[in-house]
């Protein structure tokens, strides 16, 4: 039976660990030195090389040649290649993260190496542990015997508790970059003897988006389409090929999107994005290359020149180059927020294109103004009566409201920031997904049932009508705060979040405020009726 690329590929020596280099030089000399710690945390995104190179340290401590470690040729290197060595004790943290499993281990820490001279435990994923569990590993971490050792592998590193962390030596694995990614599968395919176009072996390696054992096993999957396809001859894979196994688009297409967005013809792009549903095209991966176009057309921007695109083909850095000067950049980057935000909506159903076809439209024609009566997907217009006129010079301006009846008195309400509301409300749909991406759908769907929204000076308030379940969920103190930052990002100053009932948003004036208003307009004489005569009292709108 044939073994998978990616395995058979499996770096064995630290000179084969591609893109790491900043690891294994550190290892090797700490293996010269014989300074190797005791415990190590390999963190990064998966198919990095973490595994493996745990699987190389292990090999490299018990090697018996002192040249060179490891060999792969003693009895230690080959067992473990093997996958026989009874001192190598691999562990996945994903289905054993109790703290019996870990009391377990470290019971056998104390026995002796059966056959080498270090007992090597990789924990993979180990952000998995429960908090027990970790308690339960913290000492056999920080003491344990001289001749074991500990690689604990993560793709969460920030899940890790201090305690844990401060225990062992870390790494960082990066992604790798496209060019190192290339270059390796290159060289697979020319040890397998089969032939493959080097535009292939980019997208092959854009797709897999610094993933070494994703795009070895994409390869792997190549090399059979490609030999089905020249009816089992010699393996010839080509663009074509690569790009109808992803969904993808020829690049030529993604620029003509791009273009369509440039030149504002709207029609262009919907016709192009019907095309592409017809043939079957995944729009998730044309969306992530129009998104990475667009990233082109912006480093272009920026640095003014194609030097950053070094994995792209020179035609295509020439489009990107005309594109740049077509379109404003900050309308590049607002195609990029917006189409990225698509991407996340786009789901199966009866029209799957229609985020895309939208996110086209609102780059071109802008986003619709709601109308006065609005719906609850969009911010809420704010009504005529609540933009403060400005009084006449001389008149009195109320503290407070009419006193209806008797005992009752009302909150004044601060002057509105109309320019903030206005700005806000342009950005409104980027608002939504920054709050989407960073606190969850739930949030996002109770902000987007809101009846009306007030900005003033330091506050903003939103009314959610008679939702009371949409404001409780706005008002949970983690979520409020969340919120309360995203909208200081947007609005470019620390502002206060408050939740209210009804249909209408107001700012309610501080105590000092109200001071400041009456001494400048002297006072009201409905306000000092009410405050002689009914007993009513003047209050900056808290409880």
């Given at each position: 039976m044939a073994q998978a690329l990616y395995r058979k590929?499996?770096?064995?020596?630290?000179?084969?660990?591609?893109?790491?280099?900043?690891?294994?030089?550190?290892?090797?000399?700490?293996?010269?030195?014989?300074?190797?710690?005791?415990?190590?945390l390999f963190a990064g995104p998966r198919g990095t090389g973490k595994t493996s190179t745990a699987r190389i340290l292990a090999k490299a401590l018990n090697c018996t040649d002192k040249e060179r470690q490891p060999c792969n040729r003693?009895?230690?290197?080959?067992?473990?290649?093997?996958?026989?060595?009874?001192?190598?004790?691999?562990?996945?943290?994903?289905?054993?993260?109790?703290?019996?499993?870990?009391?377990?281990?470290?019971?056998k820490v104390g026995f002796q190496p059966s056959e080498s001279r270090y007992k090597v435990y990789i924990i993979d994923e180990v952000h998995m542990l429960s908090a027990s569990a970790f308690n339960a590993l913290l000492k056999t971490l920080e003491e344990p015997p001289p001749y074991a050792r500990f690689v604990l592998a993560t793709t969460e590193p920030h899940r890790i508790p201090a305690t844990v962390l401060s225990r062992c030596q870390?790494?960082?694995?990066?992604?790798?970059?496209?060019?190192?990614?290339?270059?390796?599968?290159?060289?697979?395919?020319?040890?397998?003897?089969?032939?493959?176009q080097e535009a292939a072996v980019f997208a092959i390696a854009r797709s897999a988006q610094g993933c070494m054992r994703d795009a070895v096993s994409l390869l792997d999957q190549m090399t059979s389409y490609g030999a089905s396809a020249t009816n089992g001859d010699s393996p010839a894979i080509s663009l074509e090929?690569?790009?109808?196994?992803?969904?993808?688009?020829?690049?030529?297409?993604?620029?003509?999107?791009?273009?369509?967005i440039a030149d504002k013809d709207v029609s262009a792009g919907l016709q192009l994005i019907h095309d592409l549903l017809l043939l079957g095209a995944n729009l998730n991966e044309f969306l992530a290359q129009v998104v990475e176009h667009l990233r082109g057309v912006m480093l272009v921007q920026m640095v003014g020149s194609g030097e950053l695109l070094e994995d792209r083909d020179p035609d295509t850095i020439q489009t990107m180059k005309v594109q740049a000067?077509?379109?404003?950049?900050?309308?590049?980057?607002?195609?990029?927020?917006r189409l990225s935000a698509a991407a996340a909506d786009l789901k199966g159903g009866f029209q799957p294109q229609l985020p895309v076809e939208l996110a086209l439209v609102e780059l071109i024609q802008g986003v619709p103004q709601p109308a006065p009566a609005t719906s609850q997907a969009q911010l809420p217009q704010q009504p005529e009566t609540s933009s403060p006129a400005a009084p006449a010079k001389g008149a009195p301006t109320p503290v407070s409201k009419v006193i209806k009846d008797h005992g009752v008195e009302q909150s004044p309400e601060a002057p509105l920031d109309a320019e903030a509301m206005e700005e806000l409300r342009g950005r409104w749909a980027e608002f939504l997904g920054t709050v989407r991406e960073r606190c969850g759908m739930k949030e996002q769907a109770s902000l987007r049932s809101i009846r009306d929204l007030a900005i003033g000076t330091?506050?903003?308030?939103?009314?959610?009508?008679?939702?009371?379940f949409a404001q409780n969920v706005i008002s949970e103190a983690r979520t409020k705060d969340a919120i309360t930052g995203?909208?200081?990002?947007?609005?470019?100053?620390?502002?206060?979040?408050?939740?209210?009932?009804?249909?209408?948003?107001?700012?309610?004036?501080?105590r000092g405020q109200a001071v400041e208003e009456s001494h400048a307009n002297g006072p009201d004489p409905l306000v000092e009726y009410a405050v002689s005569e009914l007993g009513a009292k003047v209050t900056d709108g808290q409880p």
């Open positions: 590929w499996r770096s064995q020596t630290f000179e084969e660990v591609v893109g790491q280099e900043h690891v294994t030089t550190t290892l090797l000399n700490a293996l010269r030195e014989g300074r190797v710690a005791h415990a190590y003693c009895s230690h290197c080959v067992a473990i290649n093997e996958g026989r060595m009874l001192d190598l004790i691999e562990i996945d943290a994903a289905s054993n993260n109790s703290v019996d499993d870990v009391r377990e281990l470290r019971d870390r790494f960082d694995f990066r992604r790798i970059p496209i060019s190192e990614i290339a270059a390796h599968l290159t060289k697979i395919a020319a040890e397998e003897g089969f032939a493959v090929q690569v790009q109808q196994v992803l969904g993808s688009v020829a690049s030529a297409t993604v620029a003509d999107f791009v273009n369509a000067k077509k379109i404003a950049n900050p309308d590049t980057l607002r195609a990029i927020k330091d506050s903003v308030a939103i009314a959610f009508g008679k939702n009371q995203i909208l200081a990002e947007f609005l470019g100053r620390q502002i206060t979040l408050i939740c209210q009932s009804g249909e209408k948003a107001s700012i309610p004036l501080t």
